[in-house]
């Protein structure tokens, strides 16, 4: 088989090792915004939820492709906060608790966002994030802002009259601070460690928008690590570094990255320090990820709401103490959408424009792809042992519809970092060929070094599947 030109050879091949490059890029051009837009609904990555039935605004479906990225991000991000430390173990909270937790987290009290109304065309708006008129039609006829409460409401029980009213969690987080004491007696754990979870999270949002960037239900990626308070600032320090470090390693230039501080005024009720780490949006700077200082606000506020002290001892000292919690916050689809913001590029490729997704290899979807040159069926019984052994260790798709160029052009437009091609030198020799996304070169492997070549490859890039 015939070798493509090689675009783009160095920058590419620092990306596929999971090093962003130089750190240094343009401002991300406004038109990323709709082009990522477009494949993901082309692509089968995002849908509009209940499309059939006219969709409900800022609600979405991932599909096929989207759901794969997804939960690449969560295992990328378990690796990395509880799979590769020691000090920091999972739990899985229930989406429904007692309203008691949200009365005593101060939720229900100030889990707010300022609201106004536009008299003139009827819209609502968040006051903090428009001027003096309303963005629909310029009128400036608004009202006073007043306080929305974002938490989502509903009951248990069979009737709803005579059911106790339930909240749907607006955050992880307190599914942590009320089972401090379970996790702390069963793991023997002591400060510093962390408890960590990956959950669904629900807020009634006033304006969402930006495709899936602001939604009223979401994935969160939460870490409560608890810490001596006088370690606090340390590990506030530490934390917003290795967040920050995490987006980088998998690909988003650290010239689209900010750590920003949060003013006082902006400081969450149970924060005494926060940062923001936000990404360069093609709109503007927005929030991937928040890092507080919780203090020992959580721990105190369940304790005297319970009846339960929420506190660790220290056998060295005999001192008794409720910890101080850090907390790294993210959120997966925002993460995600970064990462295809980040990855999307044009080039050319044998004197003709290819569409190509720059995703780091453990990010991408599909890690590989099985392309049988031909779907005789001379080829079809090799290419699916190839695609059979390689799945025992990748995620792979496999394809053997219209020419091999246009499916080599599809995989770069999803971001498969690697294609085997099976073709009927493969039947005597058992070799296939090797096509990597980003520099197009190919080589040809035997089929017994084959998946141990690709594990290489990723290796490179810093992990393996």
Known sequence: ?????????????????????????????????????????????????????????????????????????????????????????????????????????????????????CRRCKERWRADQIGDSCPNCGSDDLTEARPFNLMFKTFVGPVEEDAAIAYLRPETAQGMFVNFLNVLQSTRKRPPFGIAQIGRSFRNEITPGNFVFRTREFDQMELEFFVPPEEADRWFEYWCANRRAWYERYGIPSSWLRLRPHEEEELSHYSVRTSDIEFRFPWGWGELEGIANRTDYDLRAHSEASGVRLEYFDQTTGEHYMPYAIEPAGGVTRAAMAFLLSAIDRDEVA????????????????????????????????????????????????????????????????????????????????????????TTEQVRLPLSKLAEHLLGRFSEAGDTP
């Open 1 to 117: 088989m015939s070798n493509e030109d090689s675009p783009r050879e160095d920058s590419s091949r620092r990306l596929l090792r999971g090093d962003p490059g130089e750190g240094e890029r343009p401002e991300p051009d406004p038109s990323l915004f709709e082009e990522v837009v477009n494949l993901c609904k082309r692509r089968g990555f995002v849908f509009p939820s209940s499309e059939i039935y006219g969709g409900l605004r800022s609600t979405y479906d991932w599909g096929p492709l989207g759901a794969l990225l997804l939960q690449n991000v969560r295992q990328a991000w378990w690796r990395a906060m509880v799979q590769q430390r020691s000090d920091v173990v999972p739990i899985e909270a229930a989406v429904l608790t007692s309203p008691k937790v949200w009365e005593a987290s101060g939720h229900l009290a100030t889990f707010t966002d300022p609201l106004v109304d």
């Open 351 to 438: 004197g003709e424009q290819r569409s190509v997704l720059r995703l780091h290899p453990l990010i991408a979807p599909y890690q590989v792809a099985v392309l049988p040159l031909s779907k005789k069926e001379t080829l079809t019984p090799l290419a699916r042992q190839v695609l059979a052994e390689l799945q025992g260790s990748f995620v792979c798709d496999y394809d053997e519809t219209q020419a091999i160029g246009r499916r080599y052009r599809r995989q770069d437009e999803i971001g498969t970092p690697f294609c085997v091609t099976v073709d009927f030198d493969s039947i005597d020799d058992k070799q296939v060929t090797v096509r990597e996304r980003d």
